[in-house]
């Protein structure tokens, strides 16, 4: 949420957030704003959505920014009739730069917005891939489930050595050192 806050905000764009500690609703700024952003934990990403879709413009774009696609997809297209993109940044928060990270696009309704959305993105060094949602949840599947167990098995295999990392350290070689601080994240 936070790139895409700094992203249309240097694009010249008036952001407004909406969370639970702000003045104003996400349900009290929706009817105002041409684009929503979606941008909560996953646990409640649908319940956020069926909450502030209905809020919409016709006009408007309602787009999220989870990790899975095929839920919040169906959820954004029930519960509003405005246009709705489903977006997945491919990089954390920690990014050092935009320059050619990936943004998955799920197409939703609404080709206007879905152009002006990528021309966006686009102008920022981003790489996009277009995708089903249904596809893009089985590739995360395998991407991020493959990832993060190996990065546990990793991280386990360190700790159950009973081998102080320091000690560990004097034997670097590249690949160890990446793979250490992808663990230590």
């Known amino acids: 949420g936070g790139m895409l806050r700094d ?3 240097g694009l010249g764009h008036r952001v407004e957030i909406a969370d639970l500690s702000t003045a104003r609703s996400a349900e009290q700024l929706a009817p105002h ?3 929503v952003v979606i941008s909560v934990p ?12 209905p809020h919409l413009r016709e006009d408007a774009l309602l787009m999220d920014v989870t990790s899975l696609k095929a839920a919040p997809l169906a959820a954004m297209l ?3 009739r ?4 489903g977006t997945h940044p491919m990089f954390g928060p920690g990014a050092s730069t935009l320059l050619g990270q990936r943004v998955v696009l799920c197409r939703g309704r609404g080709d206007t ?8 993105l686009r102008a920022r060094g ?28 990793f991280g386990l295999a360190l700790a159950r050595t009973g ?23």
């Open 7 to 9: 992203l249309f905000s």
């Open 33 to 35: 704003a041409d684009v």
């Open 42 to 53: 996953i646990a409640v990403t649908e319940q956020v959505i069926r909450q502030v879709g």
């Open 78 to 80: 029930e519960s509003t």
């Open 82 to 85: 405005a246009s709705v993109i």
């Open 113 to 120: 917005w879905y152009q002006w959305l990528a021309d966006s």
């Open 126 to 153: 981003l790489s996009l891939t277009e995708a089903e949602p249904e596809d893009h949840d089985r590739g995360m599947a395998l991407v991020q489930v493959l990832t993060h167990f190996q990065t546990q098995v």
């Open 163 to 185: 081998i102080p990392l320091e000690g560990s350290l004097r034997f670097t070689s590249p690949a160890y050192l990446l793979e250490l601080y992808i663990a230590a994240r």
